[in-house]
T-cell receptor
C-alpha cells in the first residue's frame, strides 16, 4: 500500500513570494490533514478535510494561507504572501475516518525556508 | 490550554536497556485515542502505537508498549531493548470525539540511544 505522498520535499523562497504544496493521501482515506511543524515543536493542525469539505480550519491563517481538496483526493496548500515565520515543515496526513480511533499516517513533509 | 504535556525535552538511554517517555493529557471527553509517533531526523512521522480510552489492557506493538493510567491521565511509552535506530524525536498525540477527531500533539521528547 502506497503511503502519503508530498511534493516538493524542500522549498526556499523570499518573503512576500507565494508557494504551493501538494499532497496525495493513502487510497481510500477520506480524511486529510495539513500540519505546520516549527522547529522544536509538535505539529499544529492547520486544516482538516473530510472528503472535499472542510471540517476544521480554525488555526489556518486565512489572510495568507489557503487549501483545497476539490475532488476529495489530492490537496494543495498555498501561502501567499509568505512571511519569515512561515519557515517550517508542512506535513500532510490522512486517515480512513476522522474518529478518535483512526490512526493518521503522515507523508514525508515539505521543508519550507522563507528568506 | 496545553492538552498534551511531554515533560522530558531530552532523554538518554544505553543500547539494549528499556526507557520510558512520559506523556500526560487533559480532556473532558470520555472517548478519545492516544497515539505515539516517532520522527527521525529525516522528518517523517512514523506511527508507533495506539491506545483507546476504553481499552482495558495496555497496548503493545513489538518493543513498544503504552503504560496507560486513565485516572492519572498519563500514557507513557515504554521502549524495551533500545536500539541505535531508536534515536529520534517522539511525539504523544490525542484525538477527542468531541473535537471533530482533531489531533493535539505534545512538543516531543528527543531520545538518544548510546552504544
Amino acid at each position: 500500500e502506497a503511503g502519503v505522498a508530498q511534493s516538493p520535499r524542500y522549498k526556499i523562497i523570499e518573503k512576500r513570494q507565494s508557494v504551493a504544496f501538494w499532497c496525495n493521501p493513502i487510497s481510500g482515506h477520506a480524511t486529510l490533514y495539513w500540519y505546520q511543524q516549527i522547529l522544536g515543536q509538535g505539529p499544529k493542525l492547520l486544516i482538516q478535510f473530510q472528503n472535499n469539505g472542510v471540517v476544521d480550519d480554525s488555526q489556518l491563517p486565512k489572510d495568507r494561507f489557503s487549501a483545497e481538496r476539490l475532488k476529495g483526493v489530492d490537496s494543495t496548500l498555498k501561502i501567499q504572501p509568505a512571511k519569515l515565520e512561515d519557515s517550517a515543515v508542512y506535513l500532510c496526513a490522512s486517515s480512513f475516518r476522522r474518529t478518535e480511533t483512526n490512526t493518521q499516517y503522515f507523508g514525508p513533509g515539505t521543508r519550507l525556508t522563507v528568506l | 490550554a496545553q492538552k498534551i504535556t511531554q515533560t522530558q525535552p531530552g532523554m538518554f538511554v544505553q543500547e539494549k536497556e528499556a526507557v520510558t517517555l512520559d506523556c500526560t493529557y487533559d480532556t473532558s471527553d470520555q472517548s478519545y485515542g492516544l497515539f505515539w509517533y516517532k520522527q527521525p531526523s529525516s522528518g517523517e512521522m512514523i506511527f508507533l502505537i495506539y491506545q483507546g480510552s476504553y481499552d482495558e489492557q495496555n497496548a503493545t506493538e513489538g518493543r513498544y508498549s503504552l503504560n496507560f493510567q486513565k485516572a492519572r491521565k498519563s500514557a507513557n511509552l515504554v521502549i524495551s531493548a533500545s536500539q541505535l535506530g531508536d534515536s529520534a524525536m517522539y511525539f504523544c498525540a490525542m484525538r477527542e470525539t468531541g473535537n471533530a477527531g482533531k489531533s493535539t500533539f505534545g512538543d516531543g521528547t528527543t531520545l538518544t540511544v548510546k552504544p
